[in-house]
């Protein structure tokens, strides 16, 4: 099995700038890099990283990105927050770049972890530049918007 032509745009480092609200917190903007890297496998190895404004490092998660079929897809992740995320969705060929729709119904979550009961994330590739939404329903709240971010391709 071969990596998915579907998944191969989203190959290289992405960088760019996002910010977050959440009912239960104040609004913020932050730094984020994206990587999907190749392995010569049939999927992509995935990390994210987060930096304040200051350059103080906020969040990070890694994982695996997998596209057992021409429309599904799937993200395996770890958070160092004591979370662990299996998200299953559809994926769209769009004729501009693909769409990732992900959704994960259950969160692992470790004893002294906050809890979360649901995500759900959008990678939306337009020719150059990467967009990412993210939801979650946590700490008492529904499903919710916590963060957009926007990324471009950098130079490597």
């Known amino acids: 099995m071969a990596l998915s032509p579907q998944?191969?745009?989203l190959i290289g480092t992405w960088q760019g700038t996002g910010s977050g609200h959440y009912p239960t917190i104040d609004p913020f903007s932050y730094s984020e890099e994206l990587i999907f890297r190749d392995v010569a496998k049939p999927f992509l190895v995935y990390q994210q990283r987060t930096w304040s404004p200051d350059g103080r490092p906020m969040h990070m998660e890694t994982g695996f990105l997998r596209s057992p079929t021409p429309s599904t897809v799937e993200l395996v992740l770890a958070q160092p927050t004591g979370h662990a995320e299996l998200?299953?969705?559809?994926?769209?060929a769009a004729e501009d770049g693909p769409v990732l729709e992900l959704q994960s119904p259950q969160v692992l979550v470790a004893a002294s972890a906050k809890p979360v009961e649901a995500t759900a994330r959008t990678?939306?590739?337009?020719?150059?530049?990467?967009?990412?939404?993210f939801s979650m329903a946590a700490v008492g709240a529904a499903m919710t918007h916590h963060l957009h971010s926007d990324l471009v391709r950098a130079e490597d």
């Open 7 to 9: 998944l191969q745009p």
């Open 87 to 92: 998200a299953e969705g559809t994926l769209i």
């Open 123 to 133: 990678y939306r590739l337009v020719e150059n530049q990467l967009s990412v939404d």
